[in-house]
């Protein structure tokens, strides 16, 4: 049984690029949560996906967006890179909203 | 306000010591309390969890954390530390209410094990 699955592994972009982010979940999972971990932090909430639809959001500005598909993976887009959105994103799965959440092993975004 | 704090941003323990990572927490509601551990390159594992049911909650790997309502505390502990146990560990809440989707982390404690 695969477990939730990111790509890419690593990534580098230069200021004012976008970039997409992809995440499968774990089999028999319908929910899809994204998190940003910074350098020496503990990984922030950015938002959840269920049914296809943003269900909560955190402090993150309208530069992230996201998308759920009917086969629940989910991808977050970041427009307009700066520096500071360099970090490990983390996409976590589960099955609803409020259950246990089985991360992946993240994407490294690098901003130069 | 809610919040979670981890105390300690790095512990050192000798192999076969007691592991003692504290972290306390600030909520309006019975939150959910979770343990999780990251070792270098690999994602989130949960240790265990607290959902109002006993209070000493037992985890995976020999861990284990009690809750303690009075002091708004969940203090992760182990007997004996063992090398495979050298990680970063986080705190993590789910708070009541409009927040109960999301998981709040610590800043996270680096756990070192010395031979």
């Known amino acids: 049984d695969a477990g939730v699955t990111q790509s890419p592994t690593h990534l580098i972009k230069t200021r004012g690029q976008q970039v997409t982010l992809r995440c499968s979940p774990k089999?028999?999972?319908?929910?899809v949560s994204w998190y940003q971990q910074a350098l020496g932090q503990g990984p922030q909430f950015i938002f959840q996906y269920y049914e296809e639809e943003e269900r909560q959001r955190g402090n993150f500005p309208d530069r992230f967006s996201g998308h759920q598909f009917p086969n629940y993976s989910s991808e977050l887009n970041v427009n307009a890179l700066l520096l500071g959105d360099s970090a490990l994103y983390l996409c976590a799965s589960s099955r609803g909203s409020y259950n246990e959440q089985f991360f992946g092993p993240g994407t490294r975004l690098t901003v130069l | 306000a809610q919040s979670v704090t981890q105390l300690d941003s790095h512990v050192s323990v000798s192999e076969g010591t007691p592991v003692l990572l504290r972290c306390n927490y600030s909520s309006s509601y019975s939150p959910s309390l979770f343990w999780y551990v990251q070792h270098p390159n690999k994602g989130l594992q949960l240790l265990l969890k607290y959902t109002s049911a006993a209070t000493l909650v037992k985890g995976i790997n020999g861990f284990e954390a009690e809750f303690k309502k009075s002091e708004t505390s969940f203090h992760l502990t182990k007997p004996s530390a063992h090398m495979s146990d050298a990680a970063e560990y986080f705190c993590v809440v789910r708070f009541g209410a409009g927040s109960a989707r999301q998981l709040t982390f610590g800043s996270g404690t680096q756990l070192t094990v010395l031979p």
């Open positions: 089999s028999g999972h319908d929910t």
